[in-house]
């Protein structure tokens, strides 16, 4: 047995050198927080000062509500338990994935393995300004948006780690975010959208890259009616991607020209396609449309069903989708966007850099052309409020300007 020196270190702990092992040892007498139930803590080093300074500072941790074993903890086993535990069953599954992808791609390659108790702003900075430089996949950088938002998840499961005692203060506050740069909004002009609608119902892009013009096929004739359709239907309400493909016959109106937004179709890369309904309760709306969209509508609802009564059985009509596979089913949207959109894009002579979401704004910017109210244009979008369209659209407040100036020269007054 080794010969061991004791040294009562006063009355905080036993601390004794172990000259087998060649090291200092303490034995810390600490209680459980909120219990009665006493435990004893092993704490060595180096020297007899050492250990008394460790173990110090180890009751002084307790004593503030630090969690025994707390100083154990990798940052990436804390922030793993707090997604799964805090995050998961409070938030929708989009939300929770891009909480987890942004801790997973940018904090857990870099300190994931790092004691979370070790950690300091300057660890923390240096990964923000790495993400700013050299982040995402092509290593030229992400947003400033992104590095804002992984900072902020940051910070809140910091917040938690404190209240269930896993560290003492929250250093992600002693950093600062980046200044918020805005993505500038890329919508098409009347005429490019009038060039995309006229490609999309003519379906000549559905070739594209095929080695030979091949016969049209019912599947094929549907998909091209299916495509235009939802393009003429986002042009003209500012529906967003999930919304549209999210639709069900009932939620049209087409006698009182309205659609009812109702639920979004939404990808999760854990649980497949899944319908939810909108965020907020402005997301909820009712949508006037026009003579056009509703004539476009009805012809799409007849091919629709001419397409069902030759697929019969194989084809699911429960779900009674307006925007449905070739069985019936939710189409997945990311395949939509690559197979179809981008590819009108191509034969519309367009950047392919622009995405469904580019038809949102669009619609958004032509109607502020035509000097309609900003709030009808709010609440068409489904925008919880109205500074959230101010925000995205104040650009295009200054031909707004220019258009109350020349309304003032018409009624000439003196």
Not at 2 to 12: C, D, F, I, L, P
Not at 113 to 133: A, Y
Not at 291 to 311: C, G, S, T
């Amino acid at each position: 047995m080794a010969k061991r020196t004791r040294v009562r270190a006063s009355g905080e702990g036993t601390i004794y050198e172990n000259k087998k092992r060649n090291r200092w040892e303490g034995q810390f007498t600490y209680k459980l927080p909120g219990t009665e139930i006493t435990k004893r803590k092993l704490i060595t080093g180096k020297s007899q000062s050492e250990v008394f300074t460790k173990g110090r500072k180890f009751l002084t941790d307790i004593a503030n509500g630090l969690t025994p074993g707390a100083d154990k903890k990798t940052v990436w086993e804390w922030l793993e338990h707090w997604l799964q535990e805090c995050i998961k069953p409070n938030v929708r599954i989009k939300t929770f994935e891009k909480y987890e992808s942004c801790l997973e791609s940018y904090i857990k390659p870099v300190l994931g393995n790092k004691l979370i108790s070790k950690l300091t702003p300057q660890d923390l900075r240096k990964v923000f300004n790495e993400m700013l430089t050299n982040g995402g996949k092509k290593k030229t950088g992400v947003s400033t948006s992104t590095v804002r938002a992984t900072r902020r998840y940051l910070s809140m499961s910091f917040n938690q780690a404190i209240e269930d005692g896993i560290i003492t203060r929250n250093i992600v506050k002693a950093t600062k975010p980046p200044q918020l740069v805005k993505k500038e909004i890329r919508p098409l002009t009347e005429q490019q959208a009038n060039q995309l609608l006229r490609v999309a119902k003519e379906g000549e892009y559905f070739y594209l890259g095929a080695k030979q013009r091949r016969k049209p096929s019912p599947g094929s004739e549907y998909h091209k009616a299916m495509a235009y359709a939802a393009v003429m239907v986002a042009l003209n309400t500012g529906m967003r991607l999930g919304e549209i493909f999210g639709l069900k016959w009932e939620d049209i109106d087409l006698s009182n020209k309205t659609i009812n937004v109702k639920r979004s179709l939404v990808s999760s890369t854990t649980k497949g396609m899944i319908f939810e309904e909108p965020k907020t309760k402005g997301s909820k709306r009712r949508v006037a449309i026009t003579d056009n969209v509703k004539k476009a509508l009805e012809r799409y609802q007849k091919e629709q069903q001419w397409f069902v009564n030759i697929m019969g059985d194989t084809y699911d009509s429960k779900g009674n989708l307006v925007f449905a596979s070739l069985y019936g089913k939710p189409v997945d949207t990311s395949n939509f966007t690559s197979r179809y959109f981008k590819k009108m894009l191509v034969q519309a002579d367009l950047d392919r850099e622009f995405c469904f979401h580019d038809l949102r704004h669009t619609h958004a910017t032509l109607l502020l052309k035509q000097g309609v109210n900003i709030k009808v244009i709010s609440e068409r979008l489904g925008h919880s409020k109205i500074q959230m369209t101010l925000d995205t659209y104040s650009h295009l407040m200054p031909d707004m300007q220019e258009t109350a100036v020349k309304a003032l020269e018409v009624l000439n007054m003196n």
